[in-house]
Structure formats: C-alpha cells, structure tokens
C-alpha cells in the first residue's frame, strides 16, 4: 500500500513552493499528539522570522525518524535528493577536517528539513561565507541541579550589564529547557578561538559580580547549586538551538526570543509550537532588530589579556577536541587529586 503523503504551500521571498510531506500523520510528540504536519505547518507560521534568525548560517539538523522517544542523530551535508532551494557550505571542524553543511535560506528549506525528520535546528554563529569568524557572541546559561530557570533570571540581567559595559547589545531567549542564551551581535571579525575568549572574559567578570549565583567551572563536580556559564559552546562547531527552534521533550517547547522587560515574568513551558505562532503574529518578533547595530569583542579581549596578565589562563575544552595551546589537563578535579 502505498504510504500517505501530502503537498503543503510554503510562502517565500522566492515565491510559494509546494514541499511533499510523507507520514505526515506521524505523531513526533506522543503526549501533546503533535504530527509531522503539525510541525509542517508550525515553520510555515514562523517561516519569516526562524529565517532572520537561522537562515544564511550553517546549520546541523537534529533528525528524529520515529517522534522525540525514538532514536536520533546528527545530518550535517545536506541529504541526498535536497530540492535546489537548499544549500551548502564548506566549512572547518575542529579537527581541521573540511565538510558541506546545509543551509536555510527561505521557509520552505525548514519545511523541508521537517520532512527529513528534524526536530531541532542548530546554526552556527557564524554566516555562510565566513563560516570561520563569528557574528554572534552566544552565552548559554546552564541551571544546574539544585537551580532552575528562575535562577539564571538575574544571572542574565547581570550579563547584559556586563556586554553593554564591554559595548554588546545582548539580547536573550529561552533556551527551550531550563536556561536562558544571551547572545550579541558583533562584527566577524575574529575567529572562533578570539570569540571563545571574549566569551570567557565575559562570564569570569559575571562570576566575580555573582559568585554564589554562578560558575564557570567546567567539571560539573565544582559547580555546585550555580549557574554554570557555559563558555564551551563559542566553540567551532559547538551550537544550540536556534531561536524559534522546538525542542525535543515532551512539552514540545520552543526556544524562544523575549525581551528584557518580560525577562522576569515569563513561563519558558509556556512557549511550545502550539502557542508560538500566535506570540509571534500578536506581540512580533523580539529579535527582529537582531544584528542592527554589530559590536566589536576588542574590550573583552582586553578583558581576557587582564586576567591573563593576573595568572588566570585557557579553560577546558570539550573532551572530543584536538589539545589547544595553553590549555589546563583534562583530568576530573576529584580524579587527580588521587593520582
């Protein structure tokens, strides 16, 4: 028998293309019953600004073939069969190893990941033709057990008062989870490693204003009941969800832009891909000015120079990445102490 399949509308900047959606009655959030048309149809509603967010950046699709409980996986290139209006761009990893990563330009190259079975979108902070030096400072703040996201709250409000003193506009989203991304426009002018950072002189001068409230501690074991600053994900290849990306839980929330005025008194479950597209068509697009005015990282790096100069070197990098220069050992605190 022939499998069920549809033909939706996707309006564009190219004009209205028609994508085929197969098993479109396949149910991807068990609880809430939410299909693959459902999600369809979610990027249509929210097409225009997931675009002016995501799009023109390289991008990992998070693929799930049979709904958020089943198994999943990472596409990077783009698919065999990928209709014209989807893209590639070469780009580095940090092993130096050079690889095509899709693309979106336009709604329907969303819609059309969706067919392929993605959930979430992850772009990198950087744009397609200058992959290697990052638009985007990008800071995610991690609740760790014992916290929750009413506690990353003012960790965020203080962080914006340290990018605008370092002269970032930071704007900010639910991750989608339990914590909050700020992230900054800023020129590409610099590439991944400046970036990483600019990021970690920004969360150092955030842990010496709250230092019972966050970490930068990168072994989970020192952390304690903070706010981990996750400096890690400035890395190559190291991205989050997208804003106006769903996630996959069973809630089926969205990580979603917000403005600082309703910082405090958001619900981050109360943004899911049923009640997103009408936030967004009443109350628009928080980050619709996003990239306006691009700032430049030159003070934090003379932030991170300080705190070198002061003895305070390189932090750890994620276990599957080549050693870097000047870069701590990788052994576990608790571990060492016993070698």
């Known amino acids: 028998m022939a499998s069920e399949a549809v033909v939706i509308t996707v309006p564009g900047p190219n004009g209205e293309r028609e994508v085929r959606i197969s098993s479109p009655s396949r149910v991807l959030w068990p609880e809430l019953g939410i299909t693959k048309l459902d999600l ?6 929210v097409g225009e600004a997931f675009v002016r967010a995501n799009g023109d950046r390289p991008v990992s699709l998070q693929r799930f073939p049979e709904g958020i409980d089943g198994e999943q996986f990472f596409s990077k290139n783009p698919p065999k069969g990928a209709p014209d209006y989807v893209r590639s761009v070469m780009v580095v990893y940090p092993s130096a190893r050079s690889h095509p990563q899709v693309v979106i330009d336009e709604p329907a190259a969303a819609v059309w990941a969706v067919q392929m079975n993605t959930i979430v979108f992850h772009p990198w902070p950087s744009r397609a033709e200058n992959s290697d030096n990052p ?18 709250i003012p960790a965020a409000i203080e962080l914006r008062k340290v990018l605008a003193e370092a002269g970032l506009d930071a704007f900010v989203k639910t991750s989608g989870n339990r914590g909050l991304h700020v992230f900054a426009p800023i020129e590409p002018t610099h590439e991944f490693q400046d970036v990483r ?52 839980l069973a809630h089926a929330p969205v990580a979603t832009p917000i403005t600082w ?8 479950r109360a943004f899911t891909i049923e ?46 990445y080549p050693k870097m220069p000047g870069e701590p050992p990788r052994v576990q605190p608790s571990r060492a102490k016993k070698e």
């Open 197 to 248: 950072h600019a990021v970690i002189a920004a969360a150092r001068e955030l842990e010496r204003r709250m230092p019972e409230a966050v970490t930068t501690a990168w072994w989970k074991e020192e952390r304690g009941e903070r706010i981990f600053v996750d400096f890690n994900q400035a890395n190559r290849d190291r991205t989050m969800a997208g804003a106006y990306s769903p996630r996959a």
């Open 135 to 152: 638009d985007q400072l990008r800071i995610d703040l991690d609740p760790q057990p014992g916290t929750d996201f009413d506690d990353a």
């Open 275 to 320: 009640t997103v597209p009408d936030r967004l068509a009443t109350t628009g697009d928080p980050w619709e000015s996003f990239g306006a005015q691009a700032g430049r990282i030159d003070e934090l790096l003379g932030w991170w120079q300080r705190d070198l100069d002061s003895g305070l070197g390189e932090l750890p990098f994620p276990p599957d």
């Open 261 to 268: 005025d309703e910082l405090e008194s958001v619900d981050p």
């Open 40 to 45: 369809a149809n979610y990027f249509i509603a």
